[in-house]
């Protein structure tokens, strides 16, 4: 299991495990083959562990500081995730649908990889996104 950075490395606070994703060699016969993890839409992590370790880090528990640490917190392979960012070319999908007054809007829907690390990042968001005031629309209660 990995976990994130914890800010002060004395404190023996507890925080939830999350699981190993990164890739891991195994033997096969005379070959090297390597144990890839495909990406999931669901977090593995419950949403009890999600709420703790967001918790603990507004309360500067734990510090995000690398891109390993989004990784774990994301629950995808580090090399997976770097890919996805930066690598990958086809992350969104364009399609157009017809307004109200005739005319067309472009939608650019992310797909794939993309779309999974989103679902995944929603929760984390969720829980630190405060709406001003003014703000009305797409909001949950």
């Known amino acids: 299991m990995l976990s994130l950075s914890l800010a002060n490395k004395e404190e023996n606070e507890t925080i939830p495990e999350l699981p190993k994703l990164e890739p891991q060699p195994y033997q096969a016969g005379k070959n090297l083959k390597w144990d890839n993890k495909e990406l999931k839409n669901h977090s593995i992590t419950s949403k009890i562990d999600i709420d703790v370790i967001c918790k603990k880090i507004e309360n500067k528990s734990i510090v ?62 969720e829980y630190f996104y405060r709406p001003k005031k003014p703000a009305h629309g797409f909001i949950k209660d």
Do not use: H, M, W
Not at 74 to 102: A, H, M, S, W
């Open 64 to 125: 995000i500081t690398s891109a390993n640490d989004v990784a774990n917190l994301l629950e995808v392979p580090v090399g997976q995730l770097l890919f996805i960012l930066y690598n990958k070319k086809d992350n969104y999908r364009t399609f157009e649908i017809k307004k109200k007054n005739g005319k067309s809007r472009i939608i650019n829907a992310p797909q794939g990889g993309l779309s999974i690390l989103q679902e995944k990042l929603k929760p984390i968001i």
